[in-house]
């Protein structure tokens, strides 16, 4: 029989603002043993906001967001962004001497002949720098000048409406298991898996480490990865299944996934997969 149940369910799905590259991701769609999230911009809005600031070793405020500002002027992480709005003000490009951004660490750059450093405890031991323990609940962006730690931003994101739904929905469609795998910390990686009820999380991946971790879960199992392409392209590829939210989504993201949620609607997901379910069924 002819699968009429493909081009029904490509159909249905698309007019939900889901997008499905081939009938046979729909097939796999249908019975998921495990899926693996991307925290930020995929699980969480991805639309950090600067909510505090708090400077050590005899700095200023103003002073740590300006130099933290002038750091990320080149990068477009959701982070660098949140903390030139917070700024808010134009930036003098000449005074930047030397700029690097290190993936899932942060940035380090030379301003006025300061040695800068801007991002998280990762890069801070890597620098050799000392920091205090710090009570933030949400994302700490640690600011260091010459060599001293001088203060950090606090920065929150907020966990995308409905998703503790959708983890339970997935267990309904009898998914065994789900997984989130961020860079950000192990604080701030705990709290959303507490609050959003999934069963396992991975923090303070680098990009690499996301590779490894997937293959680890993938293996002999049928296996989605849902992810928003800010560094986990080369995951969205080796899924069963690659899942891109189209909206933040970065374009080599939505090119490496097989379906793309356009408005990054995460309760798609599993409506998805209903969908599917109940297309398939349908030949002649
Ligand atoms: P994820 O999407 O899983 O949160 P990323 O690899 O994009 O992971 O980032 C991991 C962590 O690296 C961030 O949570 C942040 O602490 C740090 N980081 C990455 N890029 C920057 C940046 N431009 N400025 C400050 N911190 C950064
Ligand atoms: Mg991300």
Known sequence: ??????????????KQGVLVKGGNYLERLKNLDTVIFDKTGTLTE??????????????KKDEILKIAAYAEEHSNHPIAESIKKKFGKEINKNIIEDYEEISGHGIRAKIEGKEILVGNRKLMNKFKIKTPEINFSGTIVFVAIDGKFAGYIGISDKIKPGVKDVIKNLKNLGVKKTVMLTGDSEKVAQSVAKEIGIDEYYAELLPGDKVNFFEKFSEGVSTAFVGDGINDAPVLTRADVGIAMGGLGSDAAIEAADVVIMDDDISKLSDSMKISRKTLKITW
């Open 46 to 59: 991805g639309v950090f906001e600067v909510v505090e600031i708090k400077t050590f070793n005899g700095f």
């Open 1 to 14: 029989s002819i699968p009429l149940g493909y081009f029904a369910g490509v159909g249905a799905l698309s």
